[in-house]
Structure formats: structure tokens, C-alpha cells
């Protein structure tokens, strides 16, 4: 099959390599997850068509200048995020309903902040409260501290280009996460985390439920008095498995969905 159809200029590939590499700093344990970001964005751009096979594996990695091995890993998150789907002996087709969403979309296995998710969009955030305070019984639980312990006491308003989605109520204790301020909570707080605290932030456990809304949804969220909300309970934990964050975020129903991903080994 010829792709030509589908290249770039020789000169671009070399820019958007270029631009991969910078991003992952050279580390080759992570340029598979970089690709993995391009072919996504291209995907959600459009610039392969849905009804036929991506270019093959040999193809990519000759463009982005890796190993197959590389290129396989990267198209791997992609199946794994149910963006992709292998056919045996017809090649890598993307899955047209993942494409065609407006909703914020979690898979099961995900570890990422919402400014993460949504790489593509404008995500910004309104303060509605910011306290230090000693946790309660439940808080001090799940985070593993004592009630002693000063936490942060955060609730966010997340908006996506400028449409509210969801209301974060998170807990956070302070002498892990040292120094979160107003220019913090404006941004993203799991890339100051990760790039400014150098924490590995390793996985997670979530719980997710139906719930009616609330004053503070029904404020800011622009819901209804009897408009379902899904209220997903979470806890966050490093890779030596502290805990550091415990929060729940109360999502618009018609913004929100959670996809899990079942795949049969041959």
C-alpha cells in the first residue's frame, strides 16, 4: 500500500523530530510516549483518514527516525487508549467513535491531570477556595497522616476553553508538597509535582459514582437542581507509594466519560 499520499515534507518530519527529542530531553525510555503524542495529534486532527490503515509500523519509524521497537511501543498507548485497533493481515486502523467526542475522557488504567488529558485545549482554573487546615478523620486516612498534619484544602472551578466542566475538590498534605501557591492552582498542579517538586507520581485508585448535583455545582457547573453529577473519589500516590493527594472531582454528566479498555490475547 503506498502512503506517500499521507507524508509530509521531508523537512517538516525533521522539525517535528527535532521537536520530539527537545521534548523528552533524550531520554530514550520516553521517546516512544512522544511519538505516541504526535501520531495522537495527527489522529485528532485528521490527518489520517478513518477508513483506512495508518502508515505501518516500518514506514513510522523510518519517519521518526527510531526502531521498530520504539514505533510499537508508540502505537501501543494508542491501542491501550482505544484511539487504535489492530487488524491481523490489514494493518492499524483508528477507532472512528474515539475520535468524535467533546467529552473529557478517562481510561481506567490513566494516571494524568486534566491539563494533561486535554493537551490540545485551553485549560484554565478559578479558585474557589484555598485553606490550610488539620484533616479530618477521613482525609488524614486516605492520605495516611496523622490529624496533626496540615493539608491543603483546595476546590477548583476547570474550565475548557473558557466552558466550566468540573468542580476539584482535592486534599494534599503540606510537608510533602511544599510551596503551592496562587500561581499554582492557576496552572497545573501535577506538573509542579513532577517538574518542579520531582516527584514521581506512580498510579492511583478511583472510585466512580452518580451523584445529584449541588449548590457549588449548581453555581458554577451551570447544572441543574436535578441534573445527575459524576463524582469520581480519588486517590493519588508516588512511586513509593505514599499517598499525596486525596480529592474528588464532580463532573458535568454530558462532560464526562470514563472508557475501559478489554483486549483479548491471542
Request: net charge neutral; glycine share 6%; proline share 5%.
Amino acid at each position: 500500500m503506498d502512503f506517500k499520499r499521507w507524508s509530509y515534507p521531508d523537512h517538516l518530519f525533521l522539525r517535528i523530530n527535532q521537536s520530539l527529542l527537545q521534548k523528552v530531553g533524550g531520554d530514550a525510555m520516553k521517546k516512544y510516549e512522544a511519538i505516541s503524542m504526535e501520531i495522537k495529534k495527527r489522529i485528532k486532527e485528521n490527518d489520517y483518514p478513518v477508513d483506512q490503515p495508518i502508515p505501518d509500523e516500518i514506514s513510522l519509524s523510518k519517519e521518526f527516525g527510531c526502531s521498530r521497537m520504539t514505533m510499537k511501543r508508540a502505537l501501543d498507548i494508542l491501542v491501550m487508549e482505544g484511539l487504535l485497533y489492530r487488524k491481523r493481515g490489514h494493518g492499524t486502523f483508528i477507532v472512528q467513535s474515539a475520535i468524535h467526542t467533546s467529552r473529557v475522557n478517562v481510561l481506567t488504567n490513566e494516571v494524568k491531570g486534566l491539563s494533561n488529558l486535554l493537551k490540545d485545549k485551553q485549560v484554565t482554573s478559578k479558585v474557589i477556595q484555598f485553606n490550610v487546615e488539620f484533616p479530618a478523620e477521613e482525609v488524614a486516612a486516605h492520605l495516611a497522616i496523622d490529624q496533626k498534619t496540615p493539608v491543603y484544602h483546595i476546590i477548583r472551578l476547570r474550565l475548557v476553553d473558557g466552558e466550566p466542566y468540573v468542580i476539584e475538590k482535592t486534599y494534599m498534605p503540606t510537608p510533602l508538597i511544599p510551596g503551592i501557591n496562587d500561581e499554582v492552582l492557576h496552572g497545573s498542579i501535577y506538573s509542579y509535582l513532577i517538574d518542579k517538586l520531582g516527584l514521581t507520581i506512580a498510579g492511583s485508585h478511583r472510585k466512580i459514582r452518580a451523584c445529584k448535583a449541588e449548590a457549588l455545582e449548581i453555581e458554577h457547573l451551570h447544572c441543574e437542581a436535578d441534573d445527575p453529577i459524576l463524582e469520581v473519589e480519588h486517590v493519588g500516590f508516588l512511586n513509593n507509594g505514599v499517598p499525596f493527594e486525596y480529592s474528588f472531582s464532580r463532573h458535568r454528566y454530558d462532560k464526562f466519560e470514563v472508557t475501559t479498555i478489554n483486549m483479548k490475547r491471542s
